[in-house]
Protein backbone atom coordinates (compact mmCIF):
# COMPACT_ATOMS: atom_id res chain seq x y z
CA UNK A 1 0.00 0.00 0.00
CA UNK A 2 1.11 3.53 -0.85
CA UNK A 3 1.94 5.87 2.19
CA UNK A 4 0.67 9.12 2.62
CA UNK A 5 2.81 12.10 1.45
CA UNK A 6 5.51 12.59 3.81
CA UNK A 7 6.50 16.07 5.77
CA UNK A 8 9.38 18.24 6.90
CA UNK A 9 9.32 20.59 10.01
CA UNK A 10 9.63 23.53 7.04
CA UNK A 11 6.59 22.24 5.54
CA UNK A 12 4.75 22.13 8.48
CA UNK A 13 5.23 25.78 9.69
CA UNK A 14 4.77 26.51 6.01
CA UNK A 15 1.11 25.28 6.23
CA UNK A 16 0.36 26.29 9.66
CA UNK A 17 2.08 29.63 9.69
CA UNK A 18 3.06 28.05 13.24
CA UNK A 19 6.15 28.96 15.88
CA UNK A 20 9.24 26.73 15.91
CA UNK A 21 9.41 26.55 19.53
CA UNK A 22 12.32 23.31 19.11
CA UNK A 23 13.85 20.75 16.57
CA UNK A 24 15.64 20.27 13.27
CA UNK A 25 13.94 21.71 10.22
CA UNK A 26 14.36 18.92 8.08
CA UNK A 27 13.19 16.87 10.12
CA UNK A 28 10.63 14.45 8.16
CA UNK A 29 7.24 13.11 9.38
CA UNK A 30 5.59 10.13 7.79
CA UNK A 31 2.35 11.83 8.28
CA UNK A 32 0.14 13.04 10.96
CA UNK A 33 -2.37 12.01 13.83
CA UNK A 34 -4.26 13.04 16.94
CA UNK A 35 -4.48 10.18 18.52
CA UNK A 36 -1.73 9.68 21.38
CA UNK A 37 -2.54 6.11 21.78
CA UNK A 38 -2.27 4.99 18.21
CA UNK A 39 0.34 7.03 17.18
CA UNK A 40 3.96 5.93 15.41
CA UNK A 41 6.98 7.55 16.50
CA UNK A 42 7.74 8.60 12.69
CA UNK A 43 3.97 10.60 12.82
CA UNK A 44 3.59 14.31 13.80
CA UNK A 45 1.21 14.82 16.69
CA UNK A 46 -1.22 17.29 16.67
CA UNK A 47 -3.15 18.14 19.89
CA UNK A 48 -6.45 18.75 19.31
CA UNK A 49 -9.14 19.60 22.00
CA UNK A 50 -12.14 17.87 21.32
CA UNK A 51 -15.76 17.78 23.62
CA UNK A 52 -14.06 14.84 25.91
CA UNK A 53 -10.47 14.93 26.03
CA UNK A 54 -7.40 17.25 25.41
CA UNK A 55 -4.87 16.08 23.53
CA UNK A 56 -2.32 18.52 25.21
CA UNK A 57 -2.95 16.55 28.24
CA UNK A 58 -0.70 13.50 26.77
CA UNK A 59 2.08 15.09 24.85
CA UNK A 60 3.91 14.13 27.89
CA UNK A 61 2.67 10.49 26.78
CA UNK A 62 3.48 10.85 23.36
CA UNK A 63 7.13 12.25 24.07
CA UNK A 64 7.58 8.86 26.34
CA UNK A 65 6.73 7.28 23.47
CA UNK A 66 9.61 8.52 21.21
CA UNK A 67 7.21 10.70 19.07
CA UNK A 68 9.07 12.54 16.45
CA UNK A 69 7.16 15.91 17.02
CA UNK A 70 4.09 17.50 17.89
CA UNK A 71 1.80 20.55 17.36
CA UNK A 72 0.60 22.87 20.30
CA UNK A 73 -1.72 25.59 20.88
CA UNK A 74 0.49 28.58 21.95
CA UNK A 75 -1.59 28.67 25.28
CA UNK A 76 -0.05 25.57 26.40
CA UNK A 77 3.73 26.14 25.90
CA UNK A 78 4.87 27.29 29.46
CA UNK A 79 3.16 23.43 30.35
CA UNK A 80 5.61 22.02 27.97
CA UNK A 81 8.50 19.58 29.07
CA UNK A 82 10.78 21.85 26.76
CA UNK A 83 14.14 20.39 28.00
CA UNK A 84 13.06 17.01 27.71
CA UNK A 85 11.90 18.03 23.84
CA UNK A 86 15.21 19.57 23.19
CA UNK A 87 16.76 16.37 24.63
CA UNK A 88 15.15 14.08 22.41
CA UNK A 89 15.45 16.34 19.74
CA UNK A 90 11.17 16.48 19.48
CA UNK A 91 9.90 18.79 17.53
CA UNK A 92 7.66 21.10 18.79
CA UNK A 93 5.68 23.87 16.88
CA UNK A 94 3.00 26.50 18.33
CA UNK A 95 -0.01 27.66 17.06
CA UNK A 96 -2.72 29.87 17.93
CA UNK A 97 -5.73 27.37 17.16
CA UNK A 98 -4.95 23.38 17.06
CA UNK A 99 -8.23 22.77 15.07
CA UNK A 100 -7.45 25.39 12.30
CA UNK A 101 -4.16 23.66 12.31
CA UNK A 102 -5.21 20.88 11.47
CA UNK A 103 -7.44 21.98 8.65
CA UNK A 104 -4.61 24.32 7.19
CA UNK A 105 -2.46 20.68 7.00
CA UNK A 106 -5.07 19.46 5.36
CA UNK A 107 -5.65 22.20 2.49
CA UNK A 108 -1.65 22.28 1.93
CA UNK A 109 -1.66 18.73 1.45
CA UNK A 110 -4.32 18.69 -0.98
CA UNK A 111 -2.77 21.87 -2.68
CA UNK A 112 0.69 19.80 -2.81
CA UNK A 113 -0.79 16.32 -3.73
CA UNK A 114 -2.29 18.62 -7.55
CA UNK A 115 -5.44 16.10 -6.47
CA UNK A 116 -8.89 16.50 -7.85
CA UNK A 117 -11.72 16.72 -4.82
CA UNK A 118 -15.77 15.96 -5.26
CA UNK A 119 -17.23 17.45 -2.19
CA UNK A 120 -20.80 16.52 -1.38
CA UNK A 121 -23.50 17.88 1.21
CA UNK A 122 -27.05 18.16 1.69
CA UNK A 123 -29.59 17.44 4.52
CA UNK A 124 -29.86 13.41 2.99
CA UNK A 125 -27.96 10.98 1.41
CA UNK A 126 -24.80 12.09 1.91
CA UNK A 127 -22.97 9.33 3.19
CA UNK A 128 -25.19 6.89 0.72
CA UNK A 129 -24.51 9.41 -2.30
CA UNK A 130 -20.14 10.00 -1.25
CA UNK A 131 -20.19 5.60 -1.55
CA UNK A 132 -21.65 5.44 -4.56
CA UNK A 133 -20.05 8.55 -6.14
CA UNK A 134 -16.18 7.32 -4.74
CA UNK A 135 -17.44 3.42 -6.24
CA UNK A 136 -17.74 5.33 -9.90
CA UNK A 137 -15.24 7.86 -9.85
CA UNK A 138 -12.91 4.83 -8.75
CA UNK A 139 -14.48 2.71 -11.69
CA UNK A 140 -12.28 5.43 -13.69
CA UNK A 141 -9.02 6.95 -11.22
CA UNK A 142 -7.18 5.85 -8.19
CA UNK A 143 -9.23 7.80 -5.47
CA UNK A 144 -9.16 8.83 -1.68
CA UNK A 145 -12.55 8.68 0.07
CA UNK A 146 -14.05 9.84 3.74
CA UNK A 147 -13.99 6.97 5.96
CA UNK A 148 -16.82 6.19 8.20
CA UNK A 149 -18.20 9.89 9.43
CA UNK A 150 -14.83 11.79 9.02
CA UNK A 151 -17.03 14.64 7.73
CA UNK A 152 -16.45 17.96 9.99
CA UNK A 153 -13.90 19.98 10.53
CA UNK A 154 -11.42 17.69 12.27
CA UNK A 155 -13.06 14.25 10.39
CA UNK A 156 -12.00 16.32 6.73
CA UNK A 157 -8.86 16.98 7.09
CA UNK A 158 -7.75 13.65 8.69
CA UNK A 159 -9.38 12.42 5.37
CA UNK A 160 -7.43 14.55 3.51
CA UNK A 161 -4.36 14.25 5.09
CA UNK A 162 -4.07 9.81 3.74
CA UNK A 163 -3.67 10.83 0.65
CA UNK A 164 -1.17 9.82 -1.03
CA UNK A 165 0.78 10.02 -4.60
CA UNK A 166 -1.18 7.38 -6.05
CA UNK A 167 -4.11 9.59 -5.71
CA UNK A 168 -5.75 11.38 -8.72
CA UNK A 169 -9.46 12.24 -7.20
CA UNK A 170 -10.44 12.17 -4.19
CA UNK A 171 -14.36 11.55 -2.71
CA UNK A 172 -15.32 13.75 0.51
CA UNK A 173 -18.33 14.42 2.55
CA UNK A 174 -19.22 17.47 4.21
CA UNK A 175 -21.10 17.84 7.09
CA UNK A 176 -22.36 20.78 9.42
CA UNK A 177 -24.70 22.28 11.70
CA UNK A 178 -24.24 25.98 12.16
CA UNK A 179 -23.25 29.11 9.42
CA UNK A 180 -19.41 29.07 8.05
CA UNK A 181 -18.85 25.53 8.98
CA UNK A 182 -19.33 24.39 4.97
CA UNK A 183 -17.32 27.65 3.88
CA UNK A 184 -14.39 26.36 5.39
CA UNK A 185 -14.25 22.56 5.11
CA UNK A 186 -14.60 24.08 1.50
CA UNK A 187 -11.92 26.43 1.69
CA UNK A 188 -9.90 23.07 3.33
CA UNK A 189 -10.90 20.84 0.18
CA UNK A 190 -11.24 23.33 -2.45
CA UNK A 191 -13.59 21.01 -4.70
CA UNK A 192 -13.09 20.66 -8.46
CA UNK A 193 -16.75 19.32 -8.23
CA UNK A 194 -19.26 20.42 -5.52
CA UNK A 195 -22.33 18.47 -5.05
CA UNK A 196 -25.23 19.13 -3.34
CA UNK A 197 -27.95 16.46 -2.44
CA UNK A 198 -31.25 18.02 -1.40
CA UNK A 199 -32.10 20.73 1.57
CA UNK A 200 -34.29 19.78 3.94
CA UNK A 201 -35.43 20.58 7.70
CA UNK A 202 -32.40 19.64 9.46
CA UNK A 203 -29.86 21.60 12.20
CA UNK A 204 -32.60 23.93 12.81
CA UNK A 205 -31.69 24.29 15.84
CA UNK A 206 -28.48 26.17 14.98
CA UNK A 207 -29.65 27.65 12.21
CA UNK A 208 -33.54 28.52 12.44
CA UNK A 209 -34.80 28.01 9.32
CA UNK A 210 -35.28 26.44 6.07
CA UNK A 211 -34.02 29.10 4.19
CA UNK A 212 -30.56 29.46 6.60
CA UNK A 213 -30.26 25.71 5.59
CA UNK A 214 -30.06 26.34 2.49
CA UNK A 215 -27.62 29.27 2.97
CA UNK A 216 -25.46 26.90 4.82
CA UNK A 217 -25.40 24.30 2.41
CA UNK A 218 -24.45 26.72 -0.78
CA UNK A 219 -21.53 28.00 1.00
CA UNK A 220 -19.58 25.20 -1.13
CA UNK A 221 -20.36 26.49 -4.05
CA UNK A 222 -18.72 29.57 -2.69
CA UNK A 223 -15.25 27.21 -2.66
CA UNK A 224 -15.58 25.55 -6.11
CA UNK A 225 -12.39 26.14 -8.38
CA UNK A 226 -12.93 28.52 -10.91
CA UNK A 227 -12.69 26.23 -13.62
CA UNK A 228 -15.12 23.75 -11.55
CA UNK A 229 -18.72 22.47 -11.27
CA UNK A 230 -21.73 22.71 -9.68
CA UNK A 231 -23.69 19.55 -9.84
CA UNK A 232 -26.85 19.74 -7.82
CA UNK A 233 -30.28 18.19 -7.79
CA UNK A 234 -33.27 19.60 -9.96
CA UNK A 235 -35.85 18.05 -7.99
CA UNK A 236 -35.24 20.73 -4.82
CA UNK A 237 -36.56 23.69 -5.63
CA UNK A 238 -34.13 24.95 -3.35
CA UNK A 239 -31.13 23.94 -5.13
CA UNK A 240 -32.80 25.49 -8.09
CA UNK A 241 -32.83 28.59 -6.21
CA UNK A 242 -28.51 28.56 -5.32
CA UNK A 243 -28.58 27.18 -9.01
CA UNK A 244 -29.79 30.45 -10.08
CA UNK A 245 -27.29 32.75 -8.04
CA UNK A 246 -23.95 30.83 -8.46
CA UNK A 247 -21.27 31.91 -10.97
CA UNK A 248 -20.35 28.27 -11.16
CA UNK A 249 -21.07 26.01 -14.11
CA UNK A 250 -24.06 24.27 -13.17
CA UNK A 251 -24.96 20.63 -14.25
CA UNK A 252 -28.65 19.15 -12.57
CA UNK A 253 -29.77 15.53 -12.04
CA UNK A 254 -33.37 14.16 -11.22
CA UNK A 255 -36.44 12.81 -12.36
CA UNK A 256 -37.45 16.49 -13.83
CA UNK A 257 -36.74 17.15 -17.29
CA UNK A 258 -34.45 20.04 -16.12
CA UNK A 259 -31.87 17.54 -15.38
CA UNK A 260 -29.02 16.86 -17.88
CA UNK A 261 -28.74 13.44 -16.39
CA UNK A 262 -31.91 12.29 -15.31
CA UNK A 263 -33.82 8.51 -14.29
CA UNK A 264 -36.70 7.50 -15.13
CA UNK A 265 -39.22 4.09 -14.99
CA UNK A 266 -37.95 3.39 -12.12
CA UNK A 267 -39.63 -0.09 -10.63
CA UNK A 268 -39.35 -1.22 -6.64
CA UNK A 269 -38.31 -4.88 -6.43
CA UNK A 270 -38.65 -7.11 -3.43
CA UNK A 271 -35.46 -6.31 -1.85
CA UNK A 272 -33.79 -3.42 -4.05
CA UNK A 273 -35.24 -1.31 -7.17
CA UNK A 274 -34.65 -0.46 -10.85
CA UNK A 275 -34.63 2.28 -13.15
CA UNK A 276 -33.10 3.81 -16.38
CA UNK A 277 -30.12 6.35 -16.24
CA UNK A 278 -30.17 8.57 -19.37
CA UNK A 279 -26.90 10.41 -19.81
CA UNK A 280 -26.57 13.34 -22.91
CA UNK A 281 -25.89 10.78 -25.11
CA UNK A 282 -26.70 7.52 -23.99
CA UNK A 283 -29.12 4.91 -21.68
CA UNK A 284 -28.73 2.15 -19.51
CA UNK A 285 -30.53 0.08 -16.95
CA UNK A 286 -29.54 0.24 -13.46
CA UNK A 287 -30.15 -2.43 -11.07
CA UNK A 288 -29.91 -1.52 -7.29
CA UNK A 289 -29.46 -3.86 -4.52
CA UNK A 290 -31.34 -1.16 -2.11
CA UNK A 291 -34.83 -0.48 -1.52
CA UNK A 292 -36.47 3.12 -1.17
CA UNK A 293 -36.83 5.19 -4.80
CA UNK A 294 -35.08 8.19 -2.81
CA UNK A 295 -32.43 6.11 -3.60
CA UNK A 296 -32.33 7.03 -7.09
CA UNK A 297 -31.43 10.59 -6.23
CA UNK A 298 -28.07 9.68 -4.97
CA UNK A 299 -27.35 7.56 -7.68
CA UNK A 300 -28.22 9.92 -10.32
CA UNK A 301 -25.72 12.53 -8.26
CA UNK A 302 -23.28 9.54 -8.44
CA UNK A 303 -23.61 9.29 -11.92
CA UNK A 304 -23.40 13.31 -12.74
CA UNK A 305 -19.97 12.56 -11.33
CA UNK A 306 -19.22 9.99 -13.33
CA UNK A 307 -20.38 11.79 -16.42
CA UNK A 308 -18.27 14.87 -15.65
CA UNK A 309 -15.03 12.56 -15.12
CA UNK A 310 -16.09 11.20 -18.60
CA UNK A 311 -17.04 7.57 -16.99
CA UNK A 312 -18.97 5.68 -19.57
CA UNK A 313 -22.35 4.09 -18.76
CA UNK A 314 -21.56 0.55 -18.52
CA UNK A 315 -18.46 1.90 -15.61
CA UNK A 316 -21.65 3.68 -13.97
CA UNK A 317 -23.29 1.18 -14.28
CA UNK A 318 -21.11 -1.31 -12.81
CA UNK A 319 -19.95 0.99 -9.71
CA UNK A 320 -23.43 1.69 -9.12
CA UNK A 321 -24.64 -2.01 -8.58
CA UNK A 322 -22.27 -2.84 -6.39
CA UNK A 323 -23.24 -0.71 -3.73
CA UNK A 324 -24.64 -2.08 -0.63
CA UNK A 325 -26.79 -0.67 2.17
CA UNK A 326 -23.66 0.99 4.60
CA UNK A 327 -24.93 0.26 8.26
CA UNK A 328 -27.44 1.44 10.01
CA UNK A 329 -28.57 3.11 6.69
CA UNK A 330 -31.65 1.42 5.26
CA UNK A 331 -29.84 -2.31 6.38
CA UNK A 332 -32.84 -5.12 5.10
CA UNK A 333 -32.63 -7.42 8.17
CA UNK A 334 -34.81 -10.94 7.76
CA UNK A 335 -34.74 -13.20 10.81
CA UNK A 336 -35.47 -16.69 11.83
CA UNK A 337 -38.90 -16.06 12.95
CA UNK A 338 -40.10 -13.99 9.80
CA UNK A 339 -39.62 -10.79 11.06
CA UNK A 340 -38.39 -8.12 8.55
CA UNK A 341 -36.50 -5.04 10.23
CA UNK A 342 -35.64 -2.02 8.16
CA UNK A 343 -32.29 -0.93 10.35
CA UNK A 344 -31.92 2.67 9.06
CA UNK A 345 -30.81 4.14 13.15
CA UNK A 346 -27.99 6.32 11.99
CA UNK A 347 -29.23 9.45 12.00
CA UNK A 348 -32.93 10.87 11.62
CA UNK A 349 -34.67 14.46 10.32
CA UNK A 350 -37.77 14.95 9.03
CA UNK A 351 -36.70 14.24 5.23
CA UNK A 352 -34.93 10.97 5.64
CA UNK A 353 -37.47 9.81 8.43
CA UNK A 354 -40.73 10.36 5.87
CA UNK A 355 -38.61 8.66 3.39
CA UNK A 356 -37.92 5.60 5.49
CA UNK A 357 -41.99 5.76 6.08
CA UNK A 358 -42.91 5.77 2.48
CA UNK A 359 -39.90 2.66 1.87
CA UNK A 360 -41.65 0.59 4.49
CA UNK A 361 -44.97 1.35 3.22
CA UNK A 362 -43.42 -0.17 -0.05
CA UNK A 363 -42.03 -2.99 1.23
CA UNK A 364 -44.39 -4.54 3.39
CA UNK A 365 -47.25 -5.11 1.00
CA UNK A 366 -49.90 -6.36 2.86
CA UNK A 367 -48.01 -7.29 6.01
CA UNK A 368 -48.39 -5.50 9.39
CA UNK A 369 -46.20 -2.62 9.72
CA UNK A 370 -44.38 -0.67 12.94
CA UNK A 371 -42.58 2.34 13.26
CA UNK A 372 -40.17 2.48 16.01
CA UNK A 373 -39.01 5.80 16.33
CA UNK A 374 -36.66 8.00 18.48
CA UNK A 375 -36.16 11.74 18.71
CA UNK A 376 -35.35 13.70 15.83
CA UNK A 377 -32.76 16.17 17.44
CA UNK A 378 -31.06 19.82 16.45
CA UNK A 379 -34.72 21.09 15.34
CA UNK A 380 -34.95 23.82 17.44
CA UNK A 381 -38.31 25.64 18.29
CA UNK A 382 -39.91 23.27 15.14
CA UNK A 383 -39.37 20.61 17.56
CA UNK A 384 -42.82 19.63 18.48
CA UNK A 385 -44.42 20.44 15.11
CA UNK A 386 -42.27 18.29 13.19
CA UNK A 387 -42.21 15.20 15.31
CA UNK A 388 -46.25 15.45 14.98
CA UNK A 389 -46.18 15.88 11.34
CA UNK A 390 -44.36 12.31 11.25
CA UNK A 391 -46.85 10.94 13.64
CA UNK A 392 -49.31 11.93 11.54
CA UNK A 393 -47.27 10.81 8.24
CA UNK A 394 -46.83 7.03 9.85
CA UNK A 395 -50.39 7.05 10.68
CA UNK A 396 -51.64 8.41 6.89
CA UNK A 397 -49.01 5.39 5.31
CA UNK A 398 -51.02 2.60 6.57
CA UNK A 399 -48.71 1.97 9.90
CA UNK A 400 -49.86 -0.66 11.95
CA UNK A 401 -48.32 0.48 15.52
CA UNK A 402 -46.12 3.42 16.05
CA UNK A 403 -43.86 2.76 18.96
CA UNK A 404 -42.30 6.21 20.10
CA UNK A 405 -39.44 6.84 23.31
CA UNK A 406 -38.03 10.31 24.14
CA UNK A 407 -38.86 13.96 24.66
CA UNK A 408 -40.87 14.10 21.86
CA UNK A 409 -42.76 10.50 21.81
CA UNK A 410 -46.22 12.70 22.91
CA UNK A 411 -45.75 14.46 19.47
CA UNK A 412 -45.65 11.79 17.51
CA UNK A 413 -48.16 10.24 19.65
CA UNK A 414 -51.07 13.22 19.13
CA UNK A 415 -49.87 13.83 15.22
CA UNK A 416 -50.66 9.95 15.16
CA UNK A 417 -53.82 10.59 16.98
CA UNK A 418 -54.76 13.53 14.89
CA UNK A 419 -55.10 11.38 11.76
CA UNK A 420 -57.66 8.55 13.87
CA UNK A 421 -54.93 6.24 14.83
CA UNK A 422 -56.36 3.70 17.27
CA UNK A 423 -54.42 4.54 20.43
CA UNK A 424 -53.79 1.04 21.77
CA UNK A 425 -51.71 0.93 18.70
CA UNK A 426 -49.79 3.87 19.92
CA UNK A 427 -47.02 3.08 21.99
CA UNK A 428 -44.82 5.18 24.21
CA UNK A 429 -42.16 4.19 26.34
CA UNK A 430 -37.93 3.37 27.02
CA UNK A 431 -36.16 0.77 24.43
CA UNK A 432 -36.67 -2.27 26.55
CA UNK A 433 -40.17 -1.38 27.16
CA UNK A 434 -40.92 -1.34 23.62
CA UNK A 435 -39.00 -4.55 22.40
CA UNK A 436 -40.65 -5.98 25.29
CA UNK A 437 -43.98 -5.07 24.37
CA UNK A 438 -43.15 -5.68 20.73
CA UNK A 439 -41.78 -9.42 20.90
CA UNK A 440 -45.28 -10.15 22.51
CA UNK A 441 -47.31 -8.59 19.30
CA UNK A 442 -44.79 -9.25 16.51
CA UNK A 443 -45.69 -12.47 14.06
CA UNK A 444 -44.46 -13.85 11.04
CA UNK A 445 -44.30 -11.80 8.18
CA UNK A 446 -44.66 -8.32 10.05
CA UNK A 447 -42.22 -5.47 9.01
CA UNK A 448 -40.43 -3.48 11.67
CA UNK A 449 -38.88 0.15 10.69
CA UNK A 450 -36.40 1.88 13.70
CA UNK A 451 -35.05 5.41 12.88
CA UNK A 452 -34.08 7.93 15.27
CA UNK A 453 -31.02 10.57 15.68
CA UNK A 454 -27.81 9.30 16.44
CA UNK A 455 -27.64 10.06 20.14
CA UNK A 456 -30.92 8.15 20.42
CA UNK A 457 -29.07 5.14 20.10
CA UNK A 458 -31.84 3.54 18.44
CA UNK A 459 -29.30 0.69 17.32
CA UNK A 460 -29.88 -1.01 20.39
CA UNK A 461 -33.89 -1.96 19.69
CA UNK A 462 -32.07 -3.57 16.50
CA UNK A 463 -29.71 -5.36 18.67
CA UNK A 464 -32.35 -6.53 21.05
CA UNK A 465 -34.98 -7.53 18.49
CA UNK A 466 -32.46 -9.33 16.89
CA UNK A 467 -31.30 -11.56 19.51
CA UNK A 468 -35.34 -12.03 19.73
CA UNK A 469 -35.77 -12.57 16.47
CA UNK A 470 -33.27 -14.91 15.48
CA UNK A 471 -33.69 -16.95 19.10
Not at 294 to 317: P, R
Not at 323 to 336: A, D, E, I, M, V
Not at 360 to 389: F, I, P, Q, Y
Request: glycine share 10%.
Amino acid sequence: MTKPIPWTTAEILEATEGNLLCGDINKVFAGVSIDSRRIAPDKLFVAIKGDVHDGHNFCGDVIDGEIAGFVISKDHADALPGRMCREKGVVCITVPDTVKALGDLAAFQRKRSNVSVVAITGSNGKTTTRTMTAAVVAQCFPTLTTSGNLNNEIGLPLTLLNLNPHHQWAVVELAMNRPGEIERLGAICSPQIGLITNIAPAHLEGLGSIDAVMEAKGELLNNIRPDGTAALNADDPKLMQLADKTPANVVLFGLSKKGQIRGRSIREKELGLSFTLLLPSESITIELATPGSFMVSNALAAATVGHLLGASAAKIKTALESFQPLKGRLNLLQTRKAINIIDDTYNANPGSMSAAIQTLRSLKGDNRSVLVTGDMLELGEHSESLHVKIGALSARSGISRIYATGKFAEAVAAGARDEDMDSGNIIIGSKDYIVTNLAEWLGPGDWVLVKGSRSMAMEKVVEKLLNWAND
